[in-house]
């Protein structure tokens, strides 16, 4: 049973920017499909980027050009590197992998994910 560790979350002013790290242990990274999901208060948890084992990675429109998903095998760990921070970006972040190769259709849906992390907060306020 893999578990996934994350460290990274803090205030931060508009504009700034912020690097989310998740640790795995138990499982390896290199084959499973990772994500990264947030939740604002009130709230459902939302996609935010996701990455299949050896090829696509995908952003919601809300983050693409600002928000970077990457994974290092020999770490066995993930990051999100999020630049130009707003406001709206406030929420726990949660990252999250399976083993399975998600298609597109699906790389979204918090439900196809078999890991998840405990979650850290981000906050972008002046």
């Known amino acids: 049973q893999g578990q996934l560790v994350e460290s990274g979350g803090g205030l931060v002013q508009p504009g700034g920017s912020l690097r989310l790290s998740c640790a795995a242990s138990?499982?390896?990274?290199?084959?499973?499909?990772i994500g990264w999901f947030r939740q604002a208060p009130g709230k459902e948890r939302e996609f935010v980027a996701g990455?299949?084992?050896?090829?696509?990675?995908f952003y919601a429109d809300s983050v693409k050009g600002r928000f970077t998903l990457t994974r290092d095998n020999a770490k066995n760990t993930m990051y999100l590197q999020m630049n130009r921070l707003k406001p709206d970006d406030t929420a726990v972040y949660y990252c999250?992998?399976?083993?399975?190769?998600?298609?597109?259709?699906?790389?979204?849906?918090?439900?196809?994910?078999?890991?998840w992390g405990q979650g850290t907060q981000v906050t972008i306020s002046n």
């Open positions: 999250a992998a399976t083993s399975r190769n998600l298609i597109a259709s699906t790389i979204g849906s918090p439900a196809a994910y078999a890991y």
């Open positions: 138990g499982s390896s990274l290199d084959d499973h499909t």
């Open positions: 990455s299949r084992a050896r090829d696509s990675t």
